[in-house]
């Protein structure tokens, strides 16, 4: 298709940018790190979005070429923050049902000189469930490496309990249907409450994701939760001006 093949042209010509998104501590309001977001504007198509790119990439097995150019831009980037901040990046499940995943992941954090402690990886339930041994192996060794995995979207989909159980994340993103609604749904309400007492009891971290006003950041925090991530403290934005930001802040 055209789509596709604009694509393999993009991957090629090293045309797909990534974008930086600030995660803070909702206490102090401090940027603790940024999510990377790949972004690809074409030429002749506009701006196609990673939510329609990505999953063509895994189809066409083009991904990892895709995940390392993307991995190698923002590591880069990481390394020009002027503090030690880490780095959250999306794995595809593609990705974690492919054993080369994490010495490819750890090649390119050392080629770039990235420290694999400032870097965590932010996967679905979908995809530790989809091919799960060879998920736990990847994870493990990463895990091993220092790098840190984070259970994205918590809540929505294949949600699993049992998966909290095994001890293979580090840090829990609470999904933005439940941000949204914390203070219009006693639900949502009670939902994120028992989400940040399981985390708590569990030693997970938690990040609140999709903050898009003063009043859910307050609720959240007034709840305890400890990190946030929306709109409401900054949309994903190019390199360069995410080092504009952290330079004003
Ligand atoms: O940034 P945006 O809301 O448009 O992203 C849409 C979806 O694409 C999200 O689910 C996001 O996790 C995913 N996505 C964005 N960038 C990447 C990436 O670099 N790799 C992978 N695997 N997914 C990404
Ligand atoms: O699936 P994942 O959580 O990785 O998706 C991240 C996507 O969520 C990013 O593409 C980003 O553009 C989007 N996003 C980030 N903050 C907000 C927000 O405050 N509101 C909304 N609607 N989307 C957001
Ligand atoms: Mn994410
Ligand atoms: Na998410």
Same mark, same amino acid.
């Given at each position: 298709? !055209?789509?596709e093949?604009?694509?393999r042209?993009?991957?090629?010509?090293?045309a797909?940018?990534?974008?930086? !998104?600030?995660?803070?501590s909702l206490?102090s309001?401090?940027?603790l790190?940024f999510?990377?977001?790949?972004r690809?504007?074409?030429?002749?198509?506009?701006f196609?979005?990673?939510?329609?790119f990505?999953?063509?990439?895994e189809e066409?097995?083009?991904i990892?070429?895709?995940s390392?150019t993307?991995?190698?831009k923002a590591a880069?980037a990481?390394?020009?923050?002027?503090?030690?901040l880490?780095l959250s990046?999306?794995l595809?499940s593609a !990705?974690l049902?492919d054993?080369?995943t994490?010495?490819?992941i750890l090649a390119?954090?050392g080629?770039v000189?990235?420290?694999p402690h400032?870097?965590e990886l932010e996967?679905?339930?979908?995809?530790?469930?989809?091919s799960a041994?060879t998920?736990?192996?990847?994870i493990?060794?990463?895990?091993?490496?220092g790098?840190?995995i984070s259970?994205?979207?918590?809540?929505?989909g294949?949600s699993?309990l049992g998966?909290?159980?095994?001890?293979?994340f580090?840090?829990?993103?609470?999904?933005?249907?439940?941000?949204?609604?914390i203070n219009?749904?006693?639900?949502?309400?009670h939902?994120?409450?028992?989400v940040l007492?399981?985390?708590?009891?569990?030693?997970?971290?938690?990040v609140a994701e999709g903050?898009?006003d003063?009043a859910e950041?307050a609720?959240?925090?007034?709840?305890g939760?400890a990190?946030? !991530?929306g709109?409401?403290?900054?949309?994903?934005?190019?390199?360069?001006a995410?080092?504009?930001?952290?330079?004003?802040?």
């Amino acid at each position: 298709t !055209q789509l596709e093949q604009a694509l393999r042209n993009a991957i090629i010509s090293d045309a797909i940018d990534v974008h930086f !998104q600030p995660i803070v501590s909702l206490a102090s309001g401090a940027v603790l790190g940024f999510e990377a977001l790949a972004r690809w504007n074409d030429a002749d198509l506009g701006f196609v979005s990673p939510a329609v790119f990505v999953p063509l990439a895994e189809e066409r097995g083009f991904i990892d070429a895709l995940s390392e150019t993307l991995l190698r831009k923002a590591a880069e980037a990481a390394l020009s923050w002027p503090r030690e901040l880490f780095l959250s990046f999306n794995l595809s499940s593609a !990705q974690l049902m492919d054993p080369g995943t994490s010495s490819s992941i750890l090649a390119i954090l050392g080629r770039v000189g990235l420290d694999p402690h400032r870097l965590e990886l932010e996967i679905t339930e979908t995809a530790v469930m989809s091919s799960a041994e060879t998920a736990n192996r990847i994870i493990a060794d990463l895990r091993g490496a220092g790098v840190r995995i984070s259970l994205d979207d918590f809540g929505t989909g294949q949600s699993s309990l049992g998966r909290l159980r095994e001890f293979i994340f580090d840090k829990v993103k609470i999904d933005r249907a439940f941000v949204s609604r914390i203070n219009s749904d006693r639900a949502s309400e009670h939902i994120v409450k028992a989400v940040l007492a399981m985390c708590e009891g569990l030693d997970l971290e938690v990040v609140a994701e999709g903050i898009e006003d003063h009043a859910e950041a307050a609720k959240l925090k007034s709840l305890g939760c400890a990190m946030g !991530q929306g709109y409401y403290y900054g949309k994903p934005v190019d390199s360069t001006a995410t080092l504009r930001y952290l330079h004003g802040n």
